[in-house]
């Protein structure tokens, strides 16, 4: 009888904590924002300043489409930090390495010299292929990867792509799979400086700084401040996770689809319209000042 006192009240002493941890607020206006959305959706959102959160299906495992790169990005800043690589290593193309599509890279000649951080750059700013598959690689591979994605608490982040054991995961999910909440929990402890050490964290920043594609999410956020990010979309599933670092309240936020019934790629396709709002509502609801 004591034990079942126990445990009811230690569950009802968390359901408490994770109330006062939501924001209703915001919930309520963001599940207005997605309704009627056609396909399924996942969201988490974390005020960095009070810790308030929104949780929406964020603990649902979806595809990560090229938000798959920062995980590399982790694997290679282990390596970096061992000194297993350099970061202004030389490194020779090999047209094997070529990943067939529009990418920067594929178009190098065969043993063409290119530095590591060139090809680190291209994987984060433009979201290429060929030299996101090339740093996989370079980090161990999707196996490497997974394990420390595994080490540093992030039970769903996952390569499926070119890695023994996860076929049937990447038949599901693709390249890689996450979900909202470790997502944005994996930029968050970047920009706390968690993962590794000061520097590695603040080389990832750096890189993350730099995104091309900023016609979603990006484009409802001011260009003077300071914003962590990366986007991915298949034909199914569009995705972004961003870290703003607002100068009164730095948020993080991720959003992700899939079985999207609108697969077009235009400007107009419904989950992209969706992330712009979605960003927009964000920004305004927590920087109301600065607009």
């Known amino acids: 009888m004591k034990s079942t006192r126990l445990l009811l009240v230690l569950f009802f002493l968390c359901t408490i904590t994770q109330a006062q941890k939501t924001d209703q607020k915001l919930t309520a ?9 056609k396909g399924d959706i996942g969201v988490y959102v974390k005020n960095l300043k009070t810790g308030k959160i929104v949780a929406i299906n964020a603990d649902t495992v ?3 489409a090229s938000m798959v790169k920062v995980p590399i990005l982790v694997g290679i800043m282990d390596k970096l930090r061992t000194k297993e690589l350099t970061y202004h290593k030389e490194l020779i193309y090999k047209d094997s390495l070529l990943y067939a599509g529009v990418d920067i890279l594929g178009s190098y000649k065969n043993n063409e010299k290119v530095e590591l ?7 984060l700013t433009t979201s290429d292929n060929t030299a ?8 161990g591979g999707g ?3 997974n394990q420390l994605m595994d080490s540093l608490g992030f039970v769903h982040t996952r390569v499926n792509s070119r890695t023994p054991g996860r076929e049937s995961n990447r038949s599901i999910y693709g390249w890689g799979q996450t979900t909202p909440r470790e997502m944005a929990t994996l930029l968050e402890r970047i920009y706390k400086k968690e993962i590794f050490d000061d520097s590695s964290c603040i080389a990832m920043m750096r890189m993350l700084g730099r995104n091309y594609w900023d016609e979603e999410g990006l484009s409802q956020i001011p260009p003077t401040i300071e914003v962590f990010s990366k986007n991915g979309a298949v034909n199914a599933s569009r995705s972004e996770v961003m870290l703003v670092n607002a100068p009164h309240h730095p948020y993080v936020f991720c959003i992700i689809t899939k079985n999207n019934k609108d697969q077009s790629w235009g400007a107009g396709n419904e989950a992209w319209e969706l992330s712009r709002k979605l960003s927009k509502l964000l920004w305004q609801y927590f920087e109301p000042k600065i607009q």
């Open 29 to 37: 206006r963001i599940q207005q924002l997605i309704s009627g959305f």
């Open 62 to 64: 979806f595809p990560t």
């Open 117 to 123: 951080s060139k090809v680190l750059m291209l994987m």
């Open 132 to 139: 996101s598959l090339w740093l996989q690689s370079l980090a």
């Open 143 to 145: 196996t490497r990867i």
